[in-house]
């Protein structure tokens, strides 16, 4: 594991040299965002795999309204009808957790990479660079120690609390829109176990990033939230023409 975080380490300070010209003392954090588009490249075609999926199950809707009705006094038959309806179809319910899933090494690689006060039995030296005044390998109560809300190292903070609110507000009414206009299935007058309780939370998801930001390392934050944002943005494009996209747009504009 150590000469692994080694490697890494090294692609990440060789990544911040080619960007220097450009970022000067922010180039550590600006490799991190290329690092983070990079691998959000590398998981484009699971988020596109997504999409479909979650076409062909918006285009299942009325076959699963007739099961609802031909089932409404038999949850258990309602739901074993559905899944035989997906796998027939070919619709994985899952399907949308993947890009998520494949995230998560690369997340976990830069939270270890900036928690560790040594890599390969030396000295960390990424944890000293910094994102304008406040160090990458620093969390948000650093930052207040160090000079409060609205200090140096605070203000950067600052900068990307309000992004990620800016991202899940947006999200969260796109997801409320189009939740509404593809309802989850029911049985009869109630929901499948559980759903009721997605219902209500999924659309909150999105602002769950901001205790994130707040608890991890910089580096790791600077991936949540450029991750957070390319997300925001490839979901606005993939999913414009799901059943509540363009109400979802008109919206959050």
């Not at 990440?12 to 690092?35: C, G, M, Q, Y």
């Not at 947006?170 to 829109?177: I, L």
């Not at 994130?212 to 414009?240: D, I, M, N």
Request: proline share 6%; charged share 15%.
């Amino acid at each position: 594991m150590s000469a692994f975080m080694s490697v890494f380490a090294t692609l990440v300070e060789r990544l911040a040299d080619l960007l220097d010209p450009l970022f000067h003392t922010s180039a550590t954090a600006a490799a991190i965002v290329l690092f983070t588009a990079c691998v959000r490249l590398l998981v484009h075609p699971l988020s596109r795999a997504s999409a479909r999926g979650q076409r062909a199950r918006a285009r299942l809707q009325p076959q699963i309204a007739e099961l609802r009705k031909k089932h409404a006094k038999n949850p258990e038959k309602l739901q074993k009808a559905v899944l035989e309806l997906h796998r027939k179809e070919q619709v994985s319910p899952l399907s949308g957790c993947l890009p998520s899933l494949f995230q998560l090494p690369a997340f976990f690689l830069l939270y270890h990479l900036f928690s560790s006060t040594s890599i390969g039995g030396d000295a960390n030296g990424l944890l000293g660079h910094t994102l304008f005044a406040a160090p990458l390998g620093g969390r948000w109560k650093d930052a207040l120690a160090d000079s409060g809300v609205f200090g140096a190292q605070g203000l950067v903070y600052l900068a990307l609390f309000a992004l990620v609110a800016a991202v899940a507000t947006f999200n969260y009414r796109r997801t409320r829109t189009q939740m509404a206009a593809n309802p989850l299935p029911q049985a009869g007058d109630q929901q499948v176990p559980g759903m009721g309780a997605i219902t209500k939370v999924m659309p909150l998801m999105s602002f769950m990033t901001l205790f994130t930001v707040a608890v991890v390392p910089l580096a790791a934050a600077l991936y949540v939230v450029t991750s957070t944002t390319w997300s925001a943005v490839e979901r606005a494009v993939l999913y414009r023409d799901m059943p509540g996209s363009t109400a979802a747009l008109a919206a959050a504009a």
